[in-house]
């Protein structure tokens, strides 16, 4: 059996506490939340904190606040099956609830919280690998090795963002909130990252991601779709995270377009959205902004799949989230690349 | 006596053993906790190829909690599963051939101590040239991976000629030539490999471990802990799933061994899903060439196959895999001559060995997309087509292959029928198919794996005066049944119930011979045996009861619990009374019986791999939908059916059945044992692509299709009650009528496994180019072939031996 | 509240399978390897140990949860559900009746995770789909069956279970709707969000149950 290191625990009740805890003890703590992301790293001994820092019993961290004028704020620590529970994420947000509905399997979302998800570390088939098995390519540029043996000329860690919640927050305009013992901030979920796999977040070491703030959506439709080879189990290995604003004739007043898993962070397409601004979801006006999204998808062989075809069925992937938006029943299509229909859990 | 109708064989029941499995009570090899026990890890190779040129554990020895170091040294005698490749160590003691392959055991208080031990044991290597794949191997003899086989780096090469298949060519009116790959693929049991060793009370060994061949382990251990067998006791907890992963002797199973005769205390071991990725033995990535010439009418006029195998770094089963690829084509369909060349070669990667269907899925997938293709081309439905060649029951082929009854044809009607297959193959949309595939597979493997003439497997009856009954085998529960199968044979016969009789299996110091859980053979094998032993203790019985009522015993009937007379059931004693009456009659109550395959027609070098008492059979129609922007494929319905002989327990039967459609559909779309090879000028390393069970992609429940099985039966003559094998056959025809639907979908042929979209886009791409509409290998490298064994078949005026004289010794 | 112990043990009070049990273990250890290794309760399994195959899965406060990922030290005060623990007055629970009578046991290695993870869906959901089953256990892999019988089994035990309940409709479902309910309330107040969850679970069972008979 895989068994952890050693390490020190503390779970404090106060958001301050922990904030606390990062400040005085740096680069020796790691965040416990969900437990989903970090378990497994640290019984491959890809990261071996000294101390864990826990959050299950900050209350704070698991409210919701509705408030029909600026949106919605989720608790960093809700779980992702509290959020598929939530019918009005469901109606308002589908692009997030789609996401959050597909990540991983339902045991994992029921552990997972939506902040582990967004900080998730980012994935690559040369790091997510056990010691022994680093250790017999003498490791990567992420852990205790120097080459980045994806693109071995490459002076940055190639390691996928491989979050499902953060391109469908992206899409849908959200910003976080991070707290540290010196104060607090909130960016947006686009600049919580850095297109780098080893520092691909903005977010300090001392700062917890508290809350996510979901503006006011109204008049907006959202989408959300992954690519993975079965319909539970694998992180996304490329996803469309699509959001838009159609006037009542169907012309699209305002869009974004984000992808996810192609690159160290969810990219942006952002000539595929300014495309579309002013014109109907036309087949043709799709395949323009398809064909705009696919020059941003730059897969790297890291993950399942070959990296030509994941970058070619970004057109496809694109396609299927622009006609979710303009109205188009996509649900075989959505079951037969989900495998699940998707409509409303009941776990 | 007279038998009733059936009361336990045919009807859907609870197996014997599925209570403990759904209370948690079932106690696996991991669940084994001993007074003292200590835990041991292995350390693993972290190179390719490479001497050992100096192994340092002095700071493992000396931290805190370690109680033992073992290395190569300590464990100089090689074994290995067949007796013509012993060459595997418990602990390499002077070359690691992959990555992976162990140097030291490491035993600590603690599972954490001994993990954090193996990083203190330094091993200075000296690189050897790595082999990473067949054509690499073939190319280069030096250096070689081991100092044995048939040629450098070439473990086993075979050449098999039955008849003039080139005059069967020249009376062909078509002669297809074709290459098709199946990537190698690996067991994936939910239970990782799991061991305890100790000394009991006696002083004496016992090894409890999640083994599919208790006998094969007993026979390892013996060998290499260089001790008397009678003085070591194998146990094989149940089997977490096996499917053909736990059939060797392991290395942690007879290092473990060791240290519990070092230290006099239990140890256990444990292995994590990367090292059961390491252990392996699974599928053999095979590269394939089809000849076959037919006539106009479909008949076949002759077969050419040629395999490479990718056979990793040691033998394992090897030997007898390469024969497998090559055995069962004659068995399938008529064909009247046949030539068959195999190589397997070694390569620095965890060694292949038997997977369910043990070398015989790979050709299976070339010969039946090979027949989608003759089919189309002739203009004949391939339904059609294959119900004019099934091979006729009561034949000898011509490899000398004994075929006794034959449910094929029927097993394609039905899946005709129930997938509505007329009025929908090639009639769908663009973009829906339907694919058509059958398959045989043995019921047993006629031979043993050590040449002797003792039975295959034995059973002992124990009576007891209260109407119990134990049953003693040494078959091994892997999932399948086995216990339930035993049972079940001994309940019908004594008329008594299931719940009245306790198995005992796995045992080498309780229980009779019985060669293990592998080749399909439990069932038949033990189940005759069963039979046997039950008849004969049935007989003393009848005759006490018969004494004692006055009752001829012809007339006696065991049924209800009860003995009695046919004529008159009210006179007649309970079960139990029966026991009493012949105990006080006769002395203690107890049988015997035995089970030995007929012997073989194949006398020829080779002809040991193949033979059964009989075949089973299946056939399978599968739909599928694919995208042709995205090649992306959905399986939405499969129907199946399986000639079975008799299901003995259906609800088991269907269980192996759809078991077989799963793991054959995660073979055909998405399951392979692959390995990355570092850029040579910055590294040595060939390590596994993936050893988890998130990016080694088994199907979950969203994954699968409905599947509508049908189950053929038509009693045997060899079989238990007339019963076939189930568990490996269905698996066979899955992946060729996933690629034949394929094709049938949007017209491409995907000639090699997994068929992924990437593929299918490449391949629709080339036909959009006007190019072949194909994805698939395009050469067989060169291999040296020797001269094939001439063996006349039997419509020659054969006789089952080589036409020139061959040395007897026969690999099995 | 979980405490270390002089020997660097750490101590936890929980309830097991119904339980009040103190357990001290070493302290990196998951509720996995507590529960096999120190509450000699081996019938929950480890397939990974990564979370990559739900052979863990357990019920902790009445959810299914990977027991391989959540510390030890993290189960103090909470409620734990094992396959050990599924029989009720001595009796089987109609799913173990059901999986061990239609084959969705083979090996018998994946279904103490499966069990719990059904039992889970069945006390949610008493009456679920096929579509709805899948959805459930799709995070729970089993290498024998192909999953059918495995679907099958857990419809036939919803059926024995609603059949059970017709009998004492009154007591049993009064009694236990509202323990449910009450202490899903208690669990969410201390999240200032009980009002919210509470109009959440009545509109979405609804409209659950509406969009899958419309859209089917």
Redesign the interface.
Known sequence: MMRLPRFEYHAPRALADAAGWLAAHPGRVMILAGGTDILPNMKRRQQTPEVLVSLRHIAELKKVSPDTFSGLTLGSALTLSELVRMPRLQRDYAGLWQAAAQVATPHLRAMGTLGGNLCLDTRCNYYDQTYEWRKSIDFCMKKEGRICWVATSSPTCLAVSSTDTAPALMALGARVRLVSASGERVVDVSDLYANDGINYLTRRPDEILADVRLPDHTGWRSTYWKLRRRGSFDFPVLSVAAAARLDHGGVVQDARIVLGAVASRPMIATQAAVGLRGHSLTDEAIARAADRAYEVAKPMDNTDYALVWRKRVSRDFVTYALRELRGDDMRDTRRRIARQALMGLSY | MTRPTMRVVGFPR??V????????????A??L?LPRMLYARLL?S??PHARIRSLDASKAEAHPGVHLVLTGKDLPIPYGILPVSQDEHALCPDKVRF?GDPVALVVAR???IA?EALELITVEYEPLKTFADPEESLAHPEPRIHDYGDAGNVHKKVALSFGDVEEGFREADHVFDDLFFYQGNT??????HAAVAAIDGDGKLVLWSSTQTPHYVHRALAKALEMPAAHIRVIAT??????GGKSDPFNHEVAIAKAALVLKRPIKI?L???EVFLCHRGRHPVLMRFRTGVKNDGTITGVHLQTLLDGGAYGSYGVASTFYTGALQTVTYHIPRYRFDGCRVFTNKPPCGPKRGHGTPQSRFGQEIQLDRIGERLAIDPADLRLRIVERPDTLTANYLRVSTIGLAECIRRVVKTSDWKNRFRKLERGRGLGLACSSYLSGAGLPIYWNDMPHSAVQLKLDRSGGVTAFCGATE????SDDVLVGCVAEVFGIEPFDIRAVTGDTDLTPVDLGSYSSRVTLMMGNAAIQAAERARDVLADAVGRKLGVPKGRLVFADRRVFDSEDPARGVTFAEAVCAAEAMFGAVGSTGSYTPPPSAAKYKGGGVGPSPTYSYTAAVIEV?V?E????V?VPRVWIAHDIGRALNP??V??QV??????GLGEAL?EEQVF?R??KR??N?V?????????Y????????P??FTELVENPDPHGPFGAKEVGQGPLLPIMPALANAVYDAVGVRIDEVPI???KI?KALADKAAGRPPRYGPSRFPDVDWPEPLQVPPPWEGGTGRAATAQPAETPR | MERQEPTGLAVISLRVNGEPTDVAFDPYKTLLEVLREDLNLPGTKHGCELGECGACAVLVDGTPTLSCLLLGLECDGREVVTVEGLMEDGRLHPLQEAFADLGAAQCGYCTPGLLVTAKALLDRNPTPTGDQIREALAGNICRCTGYQQIVEAVQAAATDCAEHKATDYTEHEATDYTEHEAADYTEHEATDCTQHEATDCTEHEATDCTDYTEKK
């Open positions: 609870r197996r053993d599925g209570r403990a499995k759904v209370t948690g009570q079932t106690v696996f991991d669940d906790v693993r972290t190179v990555v603690d599972e954490l993990t067991h994936l049991p939910l239970e990782q149940p089997n977490g799933g096996g499917f444990a994590t899903r990367e892997i999932g399948q049944g939908e995208d922007s995205t090649g992306w959905n609800t088991l269907r269980g759809e078991g077989s459609v799963y793991m998405m990355r570092l850029p910055l590294s390393a390590v596994h692509k993936f050893p988890s069970m998130l990016e992609k088994s199907p979950t429940f969203l994954d699968m409905e599947i992924t979209p990437e886009v």
